[in-house]
């Protein structure tokens, strides 16, 4: 007497279901390692190549800002790729400037110390300025950075009395923007030029008044806590690196200056070490030393 079909049938349906289930479940595993459609994690270098080559589309305006920035979008070749841009294209020197800030002689306002400043922090390993380069806007030079996306200005969070809910962390950032400030001499170091991502991590915009010949450094009081790996880095800079990364968008002047304001930074850690205790002075931070951690 033959086998009735009905248990086999339930035994192939069972199996088949397991199977279907399976692969199911690796297929979401999979697809959840992999970036989301459109939205490619892109490394360093690919949004440089990025915003040197992607097609500039509209173009408007941004309220903040007395060098006059643009906001573009831009999009890559094949479509794939859309993200917006900030274009900054000043380029003046005076001989006296007076804002209601201080008085300065020999004044620039100069976007190729946008570029400096990101091709600085890269030197540095400080994920804390998002990509700038250099490129040509309407037939005039230009520097191009990267859009963070949903950012809040730090002028904005203080009215709003919001607090990061990870306050040793936002300390440590802090406190590593003030020593890269003074390292480069930023005369423009306003509330509006600090970036804070969604996830509180601090990002640092707008150089174009920065990179000053000055050998001094500008306001010792901002110089509290460093982090010790960015200390390391600044001691490897040498004059030679320099002039082969940002020679082309400062003097030799600037770099003397920069280099003068390095050694006068490492000194005054090193001595608050010889004070208060290395764990007094120094720390270290997880974000500072990654590699490019603006997103799409």
């Given at each position: 007497?033959?086998?009735?079909?009905?248990?086999?049938?339930?035994?192939?349906?069972?199996?088949?279901?397991s199977?279907?289930?399976?692969?199911?479940c690796?297929?979401?595993s999979?697809?959840?390692?992999?970036p989301?459609?459109?939205?490619?994690?892109?490394?360093?270098?690919?949004?440089?190549?990025?915003?040197?080559?992607?097609?500039?589309?509209?173009?408007?305006?941004?309220?903040?800002?007395?060098?006059?920035?643009?906001?573009?979008?831009?999009?890559?070749?094949?479509?794939?790729?859309?993200?917006?841009?900030?274009?900054?294209?000043?380029?003046?020197?005076?001989?006296?400037?007076?804002?209601?800030?201080?008085?300065?002689?020999?004044?620039?306002?100069?976007?190729?110390?946008?570029?400096?400043?990101?091709?600085l922090?890269?030197?540095?390993?400080?994920?804390?300025?998002?990509?700038?380069?250099?490129?040509?806007?309407?037939?005039?030079?230009?520097?191009?950075?990267?859009?963070?996306?949903?950012?809040?200005?730090?002028?904005?969070?203080?009215?709003?009395?919001?607090?990061?809910?990870?306050?040793?962390?936002?300390?440590?950032?802090?406190?590593?923007?003030?020593?890269?400030?003074?390292?480069?001499?930023?005369?423009?170091?306003?509330?509006?030029?600090?970036?804070?991502?969604?996830?509180?991590?601090?990002?640092?915009?707008?150089f174009?008044?920065?990179?000053?010949?000055?050998?001094?450094?500008?306001?010792?009081?901002?110089?509290?806590?460093?982090?010790?790996?960015?200390?390391?880095?600044?001691?490897?800079?040498n004059?030679?690196?320099?002039?082969?990364?940002?020679?082309?968008?400062?003097?030799?002047?600037?770099?003397?200056?920069?280099?003068?304001?390095?050694?006068?930074?490492?000194?005054?850690?090193?001595?608050?070490?010889?004070?208060?205790?290395?764990?007094?002075?120094?720390?270290?931070?997880?974000?500072?030393?990654?590699?490019?951690?603006?997103?799409?």
């Open positions: 007497m033959p086998y009735p079909l009905y248990p086999k049938s339930k035994q192939f349906l069972v199996a088949l279901v199977i279907v289930g399976l692969w199911i690796s297929t979401l999979s697809a959840q390692d992999q989301a459609k459109g939205k490619p994690k892109l490394t360093c270098e690919e949004m440089e190549q990025f915003l040197r080559d992607a097609k500039i589309g509209r173009q408007r305006d941004i309220p903040k800002g007395v060098t006059l920035p643009k906001r573009a979008t831009l999009t890559s070749d094949d479509g794939k790729i859309v993200h917006d841009a900030s274009i900054q294209t000043i380029h003046e020197s005076k001989t006296a400037f007076t804002s209601l800030r201080s008085s300065e002689l020999n004044f620039k306002d100069w976007w190729e110390f946008n570029v400096a400043g990101y091709e922090a890269k030197m540095l390993d400080l994920n804390m300025v998002p990509p700038y380069v250099e490129r040509k806007v309407g037939g005039k030079s230009a520097s191009l950075s990267w859009w963070i996306n949903d950012a809040m200005m730090e002028v904005d969070r203080i009215h709003k009395k919001l607090d990061s809910p990870d306050l040793d962390t936002w300390n440590k950032e802090m406190y590593t923007l003030r020593v890269f400030n003074q390292l480069i001499y930023n005369t423009d170091d306003n509330l509006t030029n600090v970036l804070i991502s969604p996830d509180w991590h601090l990002w640092m915009i707008d174009t008044r920065a990179f000053r010949a000055h050998k001094d450094i500008a306001q010792v009081k901002n110089l509290v806590q460093c982090d010790r790996r960015l200390l390391a880095k600044m001691k490897e800079l004059k030679e690196v320099l002039k082969e990364k940002i020679r082309r968008y400062v003097t030799g002047a600037e770099i003397d200056g920069l280099l003068a304001r390095r050694d006068k930074i490492v000194k005054f850690f090193e001595d608050e070490v010889a004070k208060k205790g290395e764990a007094a002075v120094l720390f270290d931070i997880p974000r500072v030393g990654q590699s490019c951690g603006v997103g799409l």
